[in-house]
């Protein structure tokens, strides 16, 4: 049975960091694409980075710059470093997989057949 399973979410001021994990069980994370979603209360899931099974990142305009993915195939897990966090970071944060090496930057939530059950991220002002 394939689990991904979040943590590190929290509640953090203006200009704080968090780092997001996700470890994989049932499922090896080395190369696969994966990503981290964020959807926000009455608004549509959003892709905010991905990475593929060779390593190369791709992030979503709004926090890039900010926010670093990563991936130990050891640890068979996935990570997100958020730094700069604004109140707009503020969402529930979801790692998602696919059965492919390449992401080329797809944020189309069909496209990815495992999701973990999120952490919470709150960033006040």
């Known amino acids: 049975q394939v689990q991904l399973q979040e943590s590190g979410g929290g509640s953090v001021q203006t200009g704080g960091s968090l780092r997001l994990s996700c470890a994989a069980s049932?499922?090896?994370?080395?190369?696969?694409?994966l990503a981290w979603f964020r959807q926000a209360p009455g608004k549509e899931r959003e892709g905010v980075a991905t990475?593929?099974?060779?390593?190369?990142?791709l992030y979503a305009d709004s926090v890039k710059g900010r926010f670093t993915i990563s991936r130990d195939n050891a640890k068979n897990s996935l990570y997100l470093q958020m730094n700069s966090l604004k109140p707009e970071d503020t969402a529930m944060y979801y790692c998602?997989?696919?059965?492919?090496?390449?992401?080329?930057?797809?944020?189309?939530?069909?496209?990815?057949?495992?999701w973990g059950q999120g952490t919470q991220v709150t960033v006040s002002s």
């Open positions: 998602a997989a696919r059965y492919a090496w390449s992401c080329r930057g797809d944020y189309k939530t069909d496209n990815y057949n495992y």
């Open positions: 990475i593929d099974g060779g390593g190369t990142t």
């Open positions: 049932g499922y090896s994370v080395s190369w696969s694409c």
